[in-house]
């Protein structure tokens, strides 16, 4: 694929916006491997290679089990997921995919169980920020396969 606009030099206004809600959701209390493992779902859903390329590589560098990773798609038939962790990716797959009935009631209620109402909006926020790196990822098409584990890590104080 021929790679277009570098949206990260030419949008840097942009990104460093972005980068706000990075730093946002690293101080909140969901787990980082949480948040890398909806992003890599999401991004599965959304067929961004880049970003399925970096959260594979964050999550091997952190210590996640392979196995977890091969079956985050299928999910659903695989025992290797917490309470907590399906419930974000119920969520994460009903916000990507978001039809005219938005969220249900009986969905929002399940996964609200398991997160406070802060992480609530915090993974909100995370769904929000993975779709849009994900749509500028296909929309500028940056080369693949680069990406060291932790590159663009925010530091949190």
Known sequence: MEKRVNFMEKGAGAIRAMYGLGTYLASSTLEESLLDLVYLRVSQINGCAYCLDMHSKDLRAAGEPEQRLYLVGAWRDTPLYSPRERAAFAFAEDL??????????????????????????ALTMAVITINGYNRLNI????????????????KTA
Request: aromatic letters at 12%.
């Open 96 to 121: 990507t995919v978001l039809g005219r009935e938005g969220i249900s009631d009986e969905l929002y209620r399940e996964v609200s169980g398991h997160f406070t109402d802060e992480e609530m909006v």
């Open 139 to 154: 929309a500028f098409r940056p080369e693949v396969g680069g990406y060291r584990p932790g590159q663009f890590k925010v």
